[in-house]
């Protein structure tokens, strides 16, 4: 098993950027792919961003290429969603998740079997 704990989020300008924390416990971080999702109130939860077991290899929703970078410290145990030039629309819950099924990236949330709590992210204009 592995406990999952977002952190980071919080409230900034248009523009602004933001670092989100994912922090693992129990098995090792490194043998589990990991992925960031997002859920606005009232609408459907989203992919945004996946990295492979390995991390030499990320995949990103379109709308956040470019702005958005996920990365990994595995010494840490820690997953993390760096994001720049962010907009209202990017404002949501966002959930770091995890699976031990498979190695490479993916944006299907059924794939993943672990989560984390959540944490909200809001875009002021």
């Known amino acids: 098993q592995v406990q999952l704990v977002e952190s980071g989020g919080g409230l900034v300008q248009a523009g602004g950027s933001l670092r989100l924390s994912c922090a693992a416990s129990g098995r090792t971080f490194s043998n589990y792919a990991a992925a960031w999702f997002r859920q606005a109130p009232g609408k459907e939860r989203e992919f945004v961003a996946a990295m492979s077991r390995s991390g030499d290899s990320t995949y990103y929703k379109n709308s956040v290429k470019g702005r958005f970078t996920i990365a990994r410290d595995n010494a840490k145990n820690t997953v993390y969603l760096e994001m720049n030039s962010l907009k209202p629309e990017d404002t949501a819950e966002y959930y770091c998740?995890?699976?031990?099924?498979?190695?490479?990236?993916?944006?299907?949330?059924?794939?993943?079997?672990?989560w984390g709590q959540g944490t909200q992210v809001t875009v002021s204009s």
């Open positions: 998740a995890a699976s031990d099924r498979h190695s490479h990236e993916s944006e299907y949330a059924a794939d993943y079997d672990y």
